[in-house]
């Protein structure tokens, strides 16, 4: 598994990782579970990577660039909104933000 961006977190990451892992190859993949059961170490992983960006200043820039990203992606949606239909299938929150998103052509 891969390190963390901030190494004060690697044991809490790995711990999440590994509970991750286990619980989606073994209960979501089979479909014997809908719910995250590794919630509490993910939380626990994003409040210390949170505060380890903070503590390096890192966090306003990715504010910045969120911020961005959003306006730079209203703005191509706009351009292609008359072709493209985006459809939100729920997902793990830990795999893509909290929700995939595909994209499919409109047929007309």
């Known amino acids: 598994m891969s390190a ?3 190494p004060e977190c690697n044991e809490t ?3 999440y990782d590994s509970c ?24 626990q992983y994003k409040q210390c990577l949170t ?9 306003t820039m990715l504010d910045e660039a969120r911020v961005n990203g959003e306006e730079k992606d209203a703005e191509h949606m706009k351009r292609k909104s008359s072709k493209v239909r985006v459809q939100a299938i729920p997902f793990s929150p830990h795999i ?3 929700h995939q998103y595909t994209m499919s052509e409109n047929i007309l």
């Open 4 to 6: 963390s961006l901030a």
């Open 20 to 43: 991750f892992l286990k619980w989606y190859s073994e209960k979501f993949l089979r479909g014997h579970s809908s719910t995250d059961e590794c919630e509490p170490l993910f939380t």
């Open 51 to 59: 505060k380890a960006l903070k503590a390096k200043g890192i966090d």
């Open 96 to 98: 893509v933000g909290h």
């Open 13 to 15: 990451k790995e711990r």
